[in-house]
């Protein structure tokens, strides 16, 4: 994962959604607003940023946040420094939740892991993700297509 970490060191992952791909934001929160409730415990496990994290603890959700590039962990915790919100950022790896135990989370979002990690990785980590979901739990993921356009589902 080296491979990520260095790309990141060279691409503003700050300014992607908030700036430059606006509209993933918005068609992403209009879909999963109508889910996702202000009481729900909330793993965003590939943050960024935290622009996802940041909004639904904004809502009253509690989240986990977590990347695997540390200068990301570092924006989003200079964020969260002076605010209430319930959010703790961890540098971490989607395939590797041991940090947390099977079935705690209302939600998991992964919505950047699954584009940057190797094929035979993806079916552990969505096993991961799967076993921090509580039953009847929202997984939501995103994923770059090999022709990188839009899917209708």
Do not use: W
Request: glycine content about 8%; charged content about 25%; some cysteine.
């Amino acid at each position: 994962m080296q491979k990520v970490i260095d790309f990141y060191k060279q691409y503003s992952e700050d300014t992607r959604i908030t700036i430059r791909h606006r509209t993933e934001f918005y068609a992403t929160t209009y879909q999963l607003d109508s889910i996702i409730k202000g009481k729900d415990y909330m793993l965003d496990a590939s943050c960024g940023t935290g622009v996802y994290s940041l909004y639904y603890a904004g809502f009253g959700c509690r989240v986990e946040a977590m990347d695997i590039v540390p200068e990301h962990i570092g924006i989003l915790n200079a964020r969260i420094a002076d605010t209430n919100l319930n959010i703790d950022a961890h540098v971490g790896d989607a395939r590797d939740l041991t940090l947390f135990a099977s079935d705690t989370f209302d939600v998991v979002l992964n919505m950047g892991a699954i584009y940057h990690i190797e094929e035979n990785e993806i079916p552990h980590c969505l096993e991961e993700n799967f076993r921090v979901l509580k039953p009847g739990g929202y997984l939501a993921i995103a994923y770059v297509n090999k022709y990188k356009g839009y899917e209708d589902d």
